[in-house]
T-cell receptor, first 111, second 113 residues
């Protein structure tokens, strides 16, 4: 079973707009990571946020983590056509630190 | 640092044949993971190694699947008697410590006819 679930499943926006994706999970986590995957290719790591952190930034990306609500959000500001991809959250729990992935959000940014 | 590499990138095989995939992790990484991904889904964990020891296997890893990491460097994933349901992208990832970021390879796309 999948620990994390992304929402929405699909998102379509215009270039320059912001994109927000959410991830909800079921059990307490050690870390939460966001990955990007372009069509049919490998995953690229975006941000790792630890359970004791609340917010992290990387360039145009902002990730928040609310452990009380068991949820995280990924904000991409000033989106570009090149941001078109699937975005996955992955959570790890317990002592093995093995990330479990959600089904992803498919983002399309129209030029 | 050349990243995680996987070989082959694509494999087409007939049902019943055996296939083997190779993964070369980032050289200083101790942990190596195998995942499977089907269309429209996120990667599903199959197994992982810490150095040469295989520490955990998913229930998805049937008896037809076997993975090795003999010298704690590269790893192989073998599927015996392939079935059409094995068609998927097989992803390899590596990381240093347990809580570190995983770095993924480009994947091997398997098509079983």
């Amino acid at each position: 079973s999948q620990q994390g679930e992304e929402d929405p499943q699909a998102l379509s926006i215009q270039e320059g707009e912001n994109a927000t994706m959410n991830c909800s999970y079921k059990t307490s986590i050690n870390n939460l990571q966001w990955y990007r995957q372009n069509s049919g290719r490998g995953l690229v790591h975006l941000i790792l946020i630890r359970s004791n952190e609340r917010e992290k930034h990387s360039g145009r990306l902002r990730v928040t983590l609310d452990t009380s609500k068991k949820s995280s959000s990924l904000l991409i500001t000033a989106s570009r056509a090149a941001d078109t991809a699937s975005y996955f959250c992955a959570t790890d729990t317990g002592g093995s630190y093995i990330p479990t992935f959600g089904r992803g959000t498919s983002l399309i940014v129209h030029p | 640092d050349t990243g995680v590499s996987q070989d082959p990138r694509h494999k087409i095989t007939k049902r019943g044949q055996n296939v083997t995939f190779r993964c070369d992790p980032i050289s200083e990484h101790n942990r190596l993971y195998w995942y499977r991904q089907t269309l429209g889904q996120g990667p599903e964990f199959l197994t992982y190694f810490q150095n040469e020891a295989q520490l955990e296997k998913s229930r998805l890893l049937s008896d037809r699947f076997s993975a090795e990491r003999p010298k704690g460097s590269f790893s192989t994933l073998e599927i015996q008697r392939t079935e059409q349901g094995d068609s998927a992208m097989y992803l390899c990832a590596s990381s240093g410590l347990a809580a570190d970021t995983q770095y993924f390879g480009p994947g091997t796309r398997l098509t079983v006819l």
